[in-house]
């Protein structure tokens, strides 16, 4: 019997054929299969890099209405003026209402220290509660005795900032006897700016308080007179503060500046000469004056072209009555910064040019910081209740209350210009002024020392207060929410899948 070869027999070539087609087809999806896995490769390589030039080059910006994070541009010059490198450790427990509020912050500041190399700003969290062995080192390095403190530390000098100088707290009392404690302003910024201020700069302006006259003391508490929040707003601006009884040793010779804060007294004529003798060697000086108080400064001021009037300055009233709103300034250095923000003064006296004799570089320099509307008027009768304007007598707005006078260039070897402000009231700036939260008087009573002291930065930043938003809605707009949120969208989606399977297993 003859045999027929294989290649012969019928389907041979169909066997064959079929078996390319099984090897081409297993080559195709296993090529496809390459292919992927180098997409997918070179995709997880792109998304990488990506990622790395994302963590060296960015740009945060932050879109919060109530910008609780983003820096203010005196703070951003700040940071990039710094010329020591900076650790800041935020011993903080994560638990903490203003954590979030903390960590974004420091990273706003340490991106701005990144863009401005080669200064570094090296910041750390440590939660106390689950980090007890750093907590325990940081507590043994910095002498911390309890937790959400912010350390700055630069070359071993150090300041620590509290959490409870970072907020502004309110309570509200819910039910019977039950308080509630709400956050109303943030001031992490104002605060941790006045300490890397205060631990990058190797020396700090002295500025002295006079005493002796019953001026403002910077320790006392009281609200109606007290000193001491505005005291600890200058030490917090990165400025050493004492009090001075002026006696035969003069004015000390580190002295910055010299406040005369509200006396009572008369001043005898050989202190008076000791504040010439200072102002004349380019002394600076800072004068709250209020009004019925002859102090002896009068004269002194008026030389150097500065006139006080026995008046009081009557405007737009609040609800005391006695306060005097103030939202225009002049143009500046030291009120350029206010931008129509209202400062509330209280029965302030009027401060004006007095008519100088001398002329040329040699004449003393006037500038309104702060002055009323054309509504106001001064008042020459202070006993009068309610006064009344007498065209004869009282003076028509706008009025000064407020003036710089600066005298000399400093070009001379060894000299600085002497500068001057005056204030015709030092309520303004006392414990309950600052305490309400009510004007930026603080701000202009900083920006006018800063102004004396030729300090560019300026940190009167204030507080920000987060954003709140309120949603008013009666019992029927509630349940008809919890019927939508709770039936009707879970309702849709589980009908939309039960579509979906049932077209999958049509």
């Not at 006392?430 to 939260?437: E, P, T, V």
Request: aromatic share 8%; proline share 5%.
């Amino acid at each position: 019997m003859e045999m027929t070869p294989a290649a012969d027999m019928p389907g041979t070539d169909d066997k064959l054929k079929g078996r390319r087609s099984i090897w081409r087809h297993r080559g195709r999806r296993l090529f496809t299969g390459l292919n992927l896995a180098l997409a997918m490769a070179l995709a997880m390589a792109a998304l990488i890099l990506f990622n790395l030039l994302a963590s060296r080059y960015y740009r945060r910006i932050d879109m919060s209405q109530s910008g609780l994070h983003r820096l203010s541009p005196r703070t951003e010059s700040v940071v990039r003026g710094l010329s020591v490198d900076v650790d800041v450790t935020a011993f903080f427990q994560k638990s903490h209402p203003l954590y979030d509020d903390v960590r974004l912050l420091l990273e706003s500041y340490k991106a701005v220290a990144d863009e401005a190399r080669p200064t570094r700003l090296r910041v750390e969290f440590v939660d106390p509660d689950r980090d007890l062995g750093r907590a325990r080192e940081l507590s043994a390095r910095y002498d911390l005795h309890q937790a959400n403190t912010v350390v700055f530390d630069a070359e071993g000098r150090k300041k620590y900032v509290d959490s409870k100088e970072l907020a502004e707290v309110e309570y509200v009392l819910r039910g019977a006897a039950e308080l509630d404690k709400r956050i109303v302003g943030f001031k992490g910024e104002e605060a941790f700016s006045s300490a890397l201020l205060s631990v990058s700069q190797t020396s700090v302006p002295q500025v002295y308080m006079l005493t002796g006259h019953g001026e403002r003391d910077p320790m006392d508490y009281g609200q109606q007179f007290g000193y001491s929040s505005i005291a600890r707003a200058i030490r917090r601006d990165n400025i050493a503060l004492k009090t001075l009884t002026l006696d035969q040793r003069g004015v000390p010779p580190d002295a910055a500046a010299v406040i005369v804060a509200g006396p009572e007294r008369r001043f005898t004529a050989a202190e008076l000469d000791i504040i010439g003798a200072y102002l004349n060697r380019g002394g600076r000086l800072l004068c709250l004056l209020d009004p019925g108080v002859r102090t002896g400064l009068e004269p002194l001021l008026l030389e150097w072209g500065v006139k006080l009037s026995v008046d009081v300055v009557v405007g737009p009233r609040t609800l005391t009555g006695r306060e005097l709103l103030v939202t225009d300034y002049g143009d500046h250095p030291a009120s350029r910064p206010m931008n129509k923000l209202t400062t509330v003064f209280y029965m302030p006296r009027s401060v004006e040019a007095a008519t100088a004799e001398a002329s040329g570089a040699d004449r003393p320099r006037f500038s309104a910081l702060a002055f009323t509307t054309d509504e106001s008027w001064a008042e020459t009768d202070l006993r009068q209740h309610p006064p009344k304007f007498d065209p004869s007598v009282d003076r028509r707005g706008p009025v000064t209350v407020a003036a710089a006078v600066e005298k000399g260039s400093g070009d001379a070897v060894g000299l600085r210009p002497t500068r001057i402000v005056v204030a015709g009231d030092s309520y303004f700036v006392a414990n309950g002024a600052l305490d309400s939260g009510s004007g930026a008087n603080r701000d202009l009573f900083l920006n006018a020392l800063n102004w004396l002291l030729q300090r560019g930065t300026v940190l009167a930043l204030g507080q920000k207060k987060p954003g709140v938003w309120n949603l008013d809605m009666d019992r029927h707009a509630l349940r008809m929410a919890h019927v939508y949120i709770v039936g009707v969208l879970p309702g849709v989606f589980a009908l939309l899948g039960l579509a979906v399977w049932l077209r999958r297993r049509a």
